[in-house]
């Protein structure tokens, strides 16, 4: 047997802040074989990234590795300095960060920046540029003589994370770092980027360490998994024994977060996990998992666990690993639920709801003719890829963005278009729960500044009433006594937007719109967040809009579904109908799209190529030049209309329903080339 | 309450701290502010350190040079320049700040208005502020002085107050610009508030660092500007000690009277000098 790529050992590191060295790895150790792939997952804050700075000797300037070997392709990476150090960082590993867009410098042409990473490595310029081209087309670019002339916010996203994968295997690495490589992308454009990374990998035969908060992520690309837990690794083993037979509490936990296999809020509610995770640097005796841990025993708490093999390959840190998934629930699992009765006046109605955005002279169209309705009590799940028009509906049904064409109405009379002109009854009824707490809390005010001022303008009460009514609105959404002296700063994520659902809360409002409130919150806090939003809807009875660009999430929330492509609304029906087929091609895409921890299952279909820009949309159908399904001619020259093809099930395509349930049952064919 | 969330409150209040203490350990703002400190100590009560009475002739010690007696010389009239000097700040150190809080309260407000309702209000103010920031400061003031026909010291205050509120007031637009793009101020529209709630409440209390920095800096123009104000005859005349002044009454007798010309321009240097190391450090201490 080879030696393994990358060895680490032990390793510790810590921070200094303000003259106190934190420890954030507490002695991790992993291997990753050639042309293996190792998944590192956890929360934020567990130490996923700090291994890999580590590993590349990146660490920012106050971390310090004190303990512990990391020796890649058999040298040993701590004790390089200087040029030896370069020559490592240039020639044998490298990283592939999140955002792409920050990785490439803005003001240089794509083509010089892969050109330059070439040179670094001794080519000549003339082979640079031939060997940059052919780095490109093994990306599967295109057109890569046309992309290497562009800057890089000429190109997409996923175009983006192409190039900074191509550089960063120029210079063919023994070791290949990719940290979230695909989070801010849309499921389409990553399940692409997941496609090529395998694909390379297969090609190269690189190691790579995979991290990613994303469990499903890491199903689809890795051989081994490693759990990380407050700097500890809690659990390591082949991804398929980790997921699917879990020995440490932590990955129970983890995975019973996740909305998946087609749960739905009325089966029941999420798993939690309580507690937190323990601050940066916290003295931890005993198990690291203890506090939050039901299984958890004075032993656990005295003394620290062995990572102990419980299956092969597999290890956990836990002294009660066989009885793991016996893991008690931190949350009863019965929800009460309100029944939706869709025979009254919808609460919300939209018709014929138009947007056209003026930009740099162009008409650019980005809701075209879209309707629907919300009753009380249900939620409608907005889905589609980034540009799609869900936010501009969203914010078109608010009144901040003034609608070019239709009518909004609420409880059957028509609401002003710009939220300026509306009743503060109305304005009350309408309210949002922003993506970011950060950005949607006012940082400078108390929690109870701004819960009072919201009953104050929404709730009408002042005085000691309205001090009371915050102190009920903080403990409904479970916010403790004390949160309310506090600033947003001194909260959590999750904290932070549970100040924001209390303060839409504040007048009782009818319809929250829910614009991807839990897509920067780690999984655990996900979960609690969607079980506060669920109760506070069976005990209010609230409707809620809801977007997100997880499909597990809005599955698990929404009563029923609308897809947008291109500002068009191409299906609209219940939640079960519009997952489980017959749907609509584009809605097959997206959900074939998304990578999940139980895999298998459904044929991928991949889409090719960019969203068309919206400002030109394709003729006839929208969605056409990507579609699997096309029929040809009739799709490319007009438009389907948005029938209804079963009760309360509405479709915009040419394909009889019957056809896409007998095409749908079966693999579909490969993708035309764009 | 668990770990993370005291660490997390405990961590928000030793932010300030912190900012406070990376001012005490840079020693360029410690000297600074102890230069600055002496300057108003002198203002305040000029009698404290000055060895001599600053308007006090004696026509026995005329244009002596610097002695023991008189380590800065003594001036035309045999006045001690070291207590001329010394009590010569008062003029300077309330007109400066004064015009700067001004300036610093117009131009927020100015900014506030413009970066939240942006559109016509902003492009209108905007190139009225452009048509203000291209005229030349002492030229403009000057013209405003001799319209008016008077030039107190309220005068003078006024005029640089209204003179530096547009740059100031660009500085907070572009921060103000920042914070309208955040969510919490659209939460603010849809409960329905009105504009000068959002302006004043919501947005003023983010973009104060700006703010404080944007004073610290303007001061620093401030006192150079008063100074050149009184070295052309605005603002206070003989016998008062003011440094500006003392120079424009001996600067022609350079050669061979050098002290008397040379000790005032010094103190108003340092003066200068050590507003601006206070400036940046307070600059650096925000905008980290």
């Known amino acids: 047997m080879t030696a393994p790529v990358l060895d680490v050992a032990n390793l510790e590191v810590a921070y200094r802040v303000r003259g106190v060295d934190r420890p954030v790895l507490r002695g991790v150790s992993m291997t990753v074989d050639r042309g293996e792939s190792y998944g590192l997952v956890g929360e934020s804050g567990c130490g996923k990234s700090t291994a890999a700075l580590a590993v590349v000797r990146y660490l920012p300037r106050n971390g310090k590795v004190q303990g512990g070997s990391v020796a890649v392709a058999g040298r040993d990476v701590l004790a390089l300095r200087g040029r030896e150090l370069r020559g490592y960082q240039a020639r044998t590993v490298s990283m592939v960060y999140q955002n792409p867009g920050t990785a490439l410098n803005p003001a240089l042409r794509v083509g010089s920046q892969v050109v330059e990473a070439l040179t670094v490595l001794g080519a000549a310029r003339g082979e640079a540029r031939e060997r940059a081209h052919e780095a490109l087309a093994r990306v599967q670019i295109a057109d890569p003589a046309m992309v290497m002339h562009r800057y890089p916010h000429q190109l997409s996203g996923g175009m983006q994370q192409r190039v900074v994968i191509a550089m960063a295997l120029a210079k063919d690495p023994a070791l290949l770092i990719l940290d979230e490589p695909t989070t801010g992308l849309d499921a389409t454009v990553e399940a692409e980027v997941l496609d090529l990374v395998v694909h390379l990998q297969r090609e190269l035969h690189t190691a790579v360490v995979f991290i990613s908060h994303n469990l499903g992520v890491i199903a689809r690309m890795c051989d081994r998994v490693g759990v990380l837990y407050a700097g500890r690794l809690v659990e390591e083993g082949p991804v398929e024994a980790v997921l699917h037979e879990p020995r440490h509490p932590y990955t129970v936990g983890l995975l019973r977060c996740i909305p998946r296999g087609g749960v739905r809020k009325d089966h029941g509610r999420l798993d939690t996990i309580p507690g937190f995770l323990p601050s940066l640097g916290a003295r931890l005796d005993g198990c690291v998992f203890s506090d939050r841990c039901a299984l958890a025993d004075d032993r656990c708490r005295s003394e620290e666990p062995p990572l102990e093999t419980v299956g092969p390959g597999h290890d956990a840190r836990c002294f009660h690993h066989r009885r793991a998934l016996e893991l008690p629930r931190a949350e009863a699992e019965d929800l009460g639920r309100a029944t939706v009765d869709r025979s009254g006046t919808p609460l919300v109605r939209f018709d014929g709801l138009g947007k056209v955005f003026r930009q740099h002279g162009h008409d650019v169209p980005a809701l075209v003719e879209v309707a629907g309705a919300i009753w009380p009590g249900e939620t409608l799940g907005l889905v589609g890829e980034s540009g799609s028009g869900k936010t501009t509906l969203a914010r078109a049904l608010l009144g901040i963005v003034h609608p070019t064409a239709g009518r909004v109405e609420l409880e059957g009379r028509v609401l002003a278009p710009r939220f300026q002109k509306r009743t503060r009854d109305e304005l009350r009824a309408l309210q949002i729960v922003f993506q970011n707490p950060d950005s949607a809390l006012n940082r400078r005010h108390s929690v109870r500044r701004i819960l009072l001022r919201a009953l104050a303008r929404l709730g009408e009460v002042s005085g000691d009433d309205a001090e009371r009514r915050a102190a009920e609105l903080a403990e409904r959404v479970r916010l403790s006594e004390r949160t309310l002296t506090q600033k947003p700063v001194q909260l959590s994520g999750g904290l932070k937007q549970r100040v924001a659902i209390a303060r839409a809360f504040a007048g009782e409002p009818k319809l929250v719109v829910c614009d991807e409130p839990t897509s920067a919150l780690d999984v655990s806090v996900q979960a609690a967040i969607l079980n506060l939003l669920v109760e506070l809807q069976a005990e209010r009875g609230v409707s809620y809009l809801f977007i997100s660009h997880d499909l597990g999430v809005v599955r698990y929330i929404s009563d029923r579904i609308a897809v947008l492509y291109l500002g068009r609304l191409l299906e609209l029906g219940l939640a079960d109908r519009v997952f489980d087929g017959p749907h609509h091609p584009y809605t097959e895409a997206l959900l074939s799209a998304v990578p999940t921890i139980d895999g298998g299952g459904r044929d991928r279909i991949r889409l090719a190529g960019d969203v068309p820009s919206a400002s030109s949309p394709p003729s006839g159908c929208v969605f056409h030049t990507r579609c699997p399904r096309t029929l040809g001619r009739v799709c490319e020259e007009s438009e389907p209309p948005l029938r209804e093809v079963a009760t309360g099930h509405l479709m915009r395509c040419h394909i009889p329903l019957e056809e896409l349930r007998a095409s749908q049952a079966q693999p579909a064919a490969t993708p035309p080339a764009s | ?288």
């Not at chain 2, 005068?155 to 509120?165: D, N, P, T, W, Y």
């Open chain 2, 1 to 288: 309450m668990s770990a993370a969330e005291s660490t997390a409150g405990a961590e928000a209040r030793t932010a300030r701290l912190e900012r406070l203490r990376l001012l005490a350990r840079s020693p360029t703002v410690v000297a600074g502010a102890l230069i600055v400190l002496f300057w108003t100590v002198c203002a305040l009560v000029p009698g404290l350190v000055a060895p001599h009475d600053p308007i006090f002739d004696n026509q026995f010690e005329t244009n002596s040079r610097p002695t023991w007696e008189h380590p800065f010389g003594t001036d035309t009239n045999g006045r001690d320049i070291l207590s001329r000097v010394l009590a010569g700040s008062r003029n300077v150190l309330t007109i400066a700040p004064a015009a700067t809080l001004l300036g610093t309260v117009l131009g927020t407000l100015m900014g506030l208005v413009t970066g939240y309702f942006r559109g016509l209000v902003d492009d209108v103010a905007g190139r009225a502020i452009d048509a203000v920031m291209s005229l030349p400061l002492i030229v403009t003031a000057i013209l405003i002085v001799t319209a008016i026909g008077t030039s107190g010291t309220w005068v003078v205050v006024v005029i640089i107050g209204l003179i530096f509120s547009p740059v100031v007031s660009r500085t907070v637009r572009a921060a103000v610009l920042a914070e309208t793009e955040l969510d919490y101020v659209q939460a603010a529209r849809l409960r329905g508030e009105r504009a000068p709630y959002i302006m004043f409440a919501e947005i003023l209390p983010n973009v104060m660092s700006p703010v404080v920095v944007e004073f610290t800096v303007r001061l620093g123009y401030a006192i150079f500007t008063v100074a050149s104000l009184t070295f052309i005859g605005f603002g206070v005349a003989p016998p008062s000690p003011d440094w500006a002044a003392q120079i424009n009454q001996y600067y022609t007798f350079v050669d061979p009277y050098w002290w008397m010309t040379l000790f005032p321009a010094l103190a108003i240097a340092s003066l200068v000098v050590a507003v601006n190391l206070v400036a940046d450090g307070i600059r650096e201490a925000y905008e980290r």
